[in-house]
């Protein structure tokens, strides 16, 4: 199979925070994430994305700055795929200012995401304050290597979710991203902390209703992943979007794991690739 134009590599499933709201798959499917793949094997799969002309990859995990040969697979995307817009997800709990200028020359984009404010040591089951990752948002500012910032939004968190967005936009955020928390990963077992279709709509207004920062923005609207083969018929009738559109998963779009396998979309399941299997499976 080709890899679709528009990739993401989640180069490991470790990570140092524990997010309740976590859609990483794995956290249902351990066998998912094992094992994981070492520098070559991550460089195969980059070769096999210049060779099938992909455009644009986001490396993710997990948390990706836990690799130690971060930077030897950002090289070789680099030299691979020279025209290709790569980017970084990362928690910015190791991001500092040296890092920051090491993916400014290297041109890679920086994502990060921020859980709460009081709100942010539950949000990412950690005993950690949220000034630290606004004061890394505003020095990325600073270096003119600005971020893009996600918020994910539960019931915990909804009630300072416009304080969470005027402080990502006053710190500086390239653009930022707003969505509830979906239904999968380590979410499956928080349920209770899902939002209603009418607190997520009042979590909007809100939002829309704050001046003008001149960040731009968006709203995800998905609380669940239709694409999931498994998904019990009651949950899907609770938080499926009647309206929605097909699903580019899989043609526009795809993912590769921690253990090279490839999958459509970051909460899709190998069975549910079907024929596409991965450059390892
Ligand atoms: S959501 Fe991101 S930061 Fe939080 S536990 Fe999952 S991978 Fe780690």
Redesign the pocket.
């Known amino acids: 199979m080709r890899y679709p134009r528009h990739m993401t590599l989640e180069l490991t499933a470790k990570?140092?925070?524990?997010?309740p709201?976590?859609?990483?798959v794995w956290h249902e499917y351990p066998a998912l994430a094992k094992p994981e793949l070492d520098t070559a094997g991550w460089r195969t799969v980059l070769e096999k994305c210049a060779a099938d002309g992909v455009e644009d990859i986001l490396f993710?995990?997990?948390?990706a700055l836990l690799r130690p040969d971060l930077f030897e697979i950002l090289g070789h995307a680099r030299r691979l795929l020279p025209k290709a817009s790569l980017s970084l997800?990362t928690?910015a709990s190791r991001l500092d200012e040296a890092l920051i200028v090491r993916f400014r020359r290297r041109r890679v984009q920086l994502a990060t995401?921020l859980?709460g404010l009081a709100t942010y040591g539950g949000m990412?089951?950690t005993r950690r304050s949220y000034r630290r990752l606004l004061t890394v948002i505003a020095r990325a500012a600073e270096l003119k290597w600005p971020m893009s910032v996600s918020m994910?939004i539960t019931k915990a968190n909804a009630h300072e979710a416009a304080d969470m967005f005027a402080a990502a936009a006053l710190s500086g955020a390239k653009a930022i991203q707003v969505g509830p928390m979906m239904l999968g990963?380590?979410a499956m077992s928080h349920s209770e902390l899902m939002l209603s279709r009418d607190e997520w709509e009042s979590v909007k207004a809100r939002i829309r209703a704050l001046p003008d920062a001149r960040v731009p923005y968006t709203f995800c609207e998905e609380f669940i992943c239709a694409c999931r083969p498994d998904t019990p018929r009651q949950l899907l009738d609770e938080w499926g979007d009647k309206n929605r559109k097909p699903c580019p998963a899989g043609k526009s779009f795809g993912v590769v794991g921690p253990n090279g396998l490839y999958r459509t979309c970051l909460h899709t399941l190998i069975d549910f690739c079907g024929d596409c299997g991965g450059i390892y499976g």
Not at 15 to 19: I, K, M
Not at 60 to 63: A, L, S, V
């Open positions: 990570c140092n925070f524990r997010c709201y976590c859609y990483c993710t995990g997990g948390e997800f928690n995401s859980q990412t089951g994910t990963g380590r």
